[in-house]
């Protein structure tokens, strides 16, 4: 069993649209955790970093963290075409160094 | 200026061959990672050097060599190249090694 576990997708939403991607995970010593965007045929970018359970919101997206769940969450408000890309979680413990990320979810909005 | 800078972006060669894939990062980062992203998108940490020393060894075949020449740079040599390494290697830096790490665009391998 992976470590961490993306909702698949791919997703499709129309313009406007509210988006919820979703990570769960197994292992309790992770306790950093981030969400990246990868367009096409660039590298992945740092959209997100939360430590602790809890939301935190930077514009229109939002990071939810719930760690007695081992579950964590990107939502995205009033999507745009320029949000169409993959979406990968990634996590780490205190002093892994390195991240474990997940298989990434692709997300279309369409306008 | 590109944060984190690859070179060469497209890699075409023959099986056997040795490559070299060369990676700066002008932000002031002591920490800098290679990884692996496979066809469905996969990112698996290779290796992790934080000051120029070797932190992370992810049971990476030896035909994979990093070598860190100074804290901005960290190079990646594959020897005897085989169809599996097809993928696109990413390098990325951190400040430290518990901070996010920043990604440069990625070099695509493609093994003939």
């Known amino acids: 069993q992976k470590e961490v576990e993306q909702d698949p997708g791919p997703l499709s939403v129309p313009e406007g649209a509210i988006v919820s991607l979703n990570c769960t995970y197994s292992?309790?010593?992770?306790?950093?955790f981030m969400w990246y965007r990868q367009y096409s045929r660039k590298g992945p970018e740092l959209l997100m970093y939360?430590?602790?359970?809890g939301n935190k919101e930077d514009g229109r997206f939002t990071a939810q963290v719930d760690k007695s769940s081992k579950y964590i969450s990107l939502f995205i408000r009033d999507s745009q075409p320029s949000d169409s890309a993959t979406y990968l979680c990634a996590m780490r413990g205190a002093n892994a160094g390195k991240s474990t990320f997940g298989d990434g979810t692709t997300l279309t909005v369409k306008p | 200026d590109t944060a984190v800078s690859q070179t060469p972006k497209y890699l075409v060669t023959q099986m056997g061959n040795d490559k070299s894939i060369k990676c700066e990062q002008n932000l002031g980062h002591d920490t800098m990672y290679w990884y692996k992203q496979d066809s469905k998108k996969f990112l698996k940490i290779m290796f992790s050097?934080?000051?120029?020393?070797?932190?992370i060894n992810e049971t990476v075949p030896n035909r994979f060599s990093p070598k860190s020449p100074d804290k901005a740079h960290l190079n990646l040599h594959i020897n005897s190249l085989e169809l599996g390494d097809s993928a696109v290697y990413f390098c990325?830096?951190?400040?430290?090694?518990?901070?996010?790490?920043?990604f440069g665009d990625g070099t695509r391998l493609s093994i003939l």
């Open positions: 990325a830096s951190s400040q430290d090694s518990v901070q996010p790490q920043h």
């Open positions: 939360t430590y602790s359970s």
């Open positions: 292992n309790s010593a992770f306790q950093y």
């Open positions: 050097y934080n000051n120029k020393e070797l932190i």
